[in-house]
């Protein structure tokens, strides 16, 4: 596609139920990032992917998170045994890997609401 | 990354210049100044950077002040359409980061625009 797609767009979960959010980065793009924003606050760095590997994932809150990324394209956001403090929505991004300009493009997001 | 500080919220009128002013009074000579903004329910959107000199392009114009200590966004003739949360970022450039934290964005709480008729 055009852009970054990003599925489901909404979700609303119960509490403990684990849940999987999808990514689909513009073609090209070896440069991946996941951003969370809760009600009200600001985004928030998750991890970030290089092709299949994630050197940075210093933005995880909990152990609860995990994301994977295959074929250097599609990521997948994991959240095991939700809480109602992991409702925010998530933002996906992705960018050229060592542009000059380093543009990220960003998805709609998927909102999660964990009951 | 050096920090910015950008004021919570301003209001412009539709058809007129929007200034949007950003402190990054402790940036370094590799960091390059960013702009985003958000639009209501939409992923952040790329707007313009700039490392010292003056940028414009089709959405906005970057002025940076010399000693670099900040810069403002101009939105020429704003619309409704440019309500939005507009953030200022700095940031390394990519060819000066190390492999492990190359390229993640560090957003603060930018500045809410609104645009009325």
């Known amino acids: 596609g055009a852009g970054v797609s990003q599925s489901p767009s909404n979700k609303v979960t119960e509490k403990g139920k684990d849940v999987e959010l999808r990514c689909d980065p513009i073609s090209g793009h070896t440069a991946l990032y996941w951003y969370r924003q809760s009600l009200g606050q600001g985004l928030e760095f998750l991890i970030y992917f290089q092709g299949n590997s994630a050197p940075d994932k210093s933005g995880l809150p909990s152990d609860r998170f995990s994301a994977e990324r295959t074929g250097g394209s599609v990521s997948t956001l994991t959240i095991q045994r939700t809480q109602q403090e992991d409702s925010a929505v998530y933002l996906c991004?992705?960018?050229?890997?060592?542009?000059?300009?380093?543009?990220?493009?960003f998805g709609a997001g998927t909102r999660l609401s964990v009951l | 990354d050096a920090k910015t500080t950008q004021p919570p919220s301003m209001d412009c009128a539709e058809g007129r210049a929007a200034n949007l002013p950003c402190n990054h009074s402790t940036i370094s000579g590799n960091e390059y100044v960013y702009w985003y903004r958000q639009i209501h329910s939409q992923g952040p959107q790329y707007i313009i950077h700039?490392?010292?000199n003056n940028e414009t392009n089709e959405m906005a114009s970057l002025i940076i002040t010399e000693d670099r200590k900040s810069s403002t966004l101009i939105l020429p003739h704003a619309t409704l359409r440019d309500t939005a949360v507009y953030y200022c970022?700095?940031?390394?450039?990519?060819?000066?980061?190390?492999?492990?934290?190359?390229?993640?964005?560090?957003f603060g709480a930018g500045t809410q625009v609104v645009v009325t008729p």
């Open positions: 970022i700095v940031r390394v450039a990519p060819a000066y980061r190390a492999t492990d934290s190359w390229g993640k964005l560090q």
């Open positions: 991004a992705s960018s050229q890997h060592r542009a000059v300009k380093n543009i990220q493009y």
């Open positions: 700039g490392l010292k």
